[in-house]
C-alpha cells in the first residue's frame, strides 16, 4: 500500500492567515494527488487534483505543489468558509489511500 | 451535472451483511469510462476507499475488505451497490458513493461524492 502521512493533524489559524498542510507519499506516486475539504456532516469536496490544478469554481486563495514526494496544500488567506478538514489521496495505485486528515481550527 | 445518493439501512446487526445502493442521476454508470466507488469513513476518523466497479462492470476491491465485498451495478436503474458481509462493529462508519473520472484523466480524482449514509453495526 502507498501511505500518505499528513501534518499537522490539526491546526489553529485566524483569518487571514496563510497556512500550509503538507503531505508526503511513502513511494513515487507522479502527480497522482488529489486535496479535499470536507465540513462537518458533508461529503468531502475536490479542491484541487493532479497535485496542483484547481477545480473549477474553487477559490484561488487555494494552491497545490509537489516536490517529489512531498505535496502542499497552502491557503493563501484563510476566510471564515475555510475552516474545515483537509485530506490528501493518491491515485497512483488502485489501493486508493488517504492522508489522515488535518483540522484547520479558529484561533 | 451529476448527482449521487446512497440508500439503505441505518442499522444492520453484527454478522449480517450490510447492503447499500447509489442511485446515479445526471450520467449513465455504463458509459463515459467512470469509475463509481464506494468509500467510508468511521466516525470522527479518516476516508478508507472500499473498491469501484467501471462503466464495463470491472471491479476493484481494497485487499483488506476483498473476502467480504461486492460492488455491482444495474444499468437498467443506473445505480451500483455495496454489499459487504459478516459484518462487525468496526464497519460502522458513513459510507459514501463517489464518481472517479476515466483512469487516464488527469490526476484521477473523485468528482463526485454523494451525501454519505450512516451505517452503524449493533444488536
Known amino acids: 500500500d502507498i501511505q500518505m502521512t499528513q501534518s499537522p493533524s490539526s491546526l489553529s489559524a485566524s483569518v487571514g492567515d496563510r497556512v500550509t498542510i503538507t503531505c508526503r507519499a511513502s513511494?513515487?506516486?507522479?502527480?497522482?494527488l488529489s486535496w479535499y475539504q470536507q465540513k462537518p456532516g458533508k461529503a468531502p469536496k475536490l479542491l484541487i487534483y493532479a497535485a496542483s490544478t484547481l477545480q473549477s469554481g474553487v477559490p484561488s486563495r487555494f494552491n497545490g505543489s509537489e516536490s517529489g514526494t512531498d505535496f502542499t496544500l497552502t491557503i493563501s488567506s484563510l476566510q471564515p468558509e475555510d475552516f474545515a478538514t483537509y485530506f490528501c489521496?493518491?491515485?497512483?495505485?488502485?489501493?486508493?489511500?488517504f492522508g489522515q486528515g488535518t483540522k484547520v481550527e479558529i484561533k | 451535472q451529476v448527482q449521487l445518493q446512497e440508500s439503505g439501512p441505518g442499522l444492520v446487526k453484527p454478522s449480517q451483511s450490510l447492503s447499500l445502493t447509489c442511485s446515479v442521476s445526471?450520467?449513465?454508470?455504463?458509459?463515459?469510462?467512470?469509475?463509481w466507488s464506494w468509500i467510508r469513513q468511521h466516525p470522527g476518523k479518516g476516508l478508507e476507499w472500499i473498491g469501484f466497479i467501471s462503466d464495463s462492470g470491472s471491479a476493484f476491491y481494497n485487499p483488506s475488505l476483498k473476502s467480504r465485498v461486492t460492488i455491482s451495478g444495474d444499468t437498467s436503474k443506473n445505480l451500483f451497490s455495496l454489499k459487504l458481509n459478516s459484518v462487525t462493529a468496526a464497519d460502522t462508519a458513513v459510507y459514501y458513493c463517489?464518481?472517479?473520472?476515466?483512469?487516464?484523466?488527469?490526476?484521477?480524482?473523485?468528482?463526485?461524492w454523494g451525501q454519505g449514509t450512516l451505517v452503524t453495526v449493533s444488536s
Open positions: 513511494q513515487s506516486i507522479s502527480s497522482y
Open positions: 463517489a464518481r472517479a473520472p476515466p483512469q487516464g484523466s488527469s490526476g484521477w480524482p473523485i468528482e463526485h
Open positions: 489521496q493518491q491515485s497512483y495505485r488502485i489501493l486508493w489511500t
Open positions: 445526471g450520467g449513465s454508470i455504463s458509459s463515459g469510462g467512470y469509475y
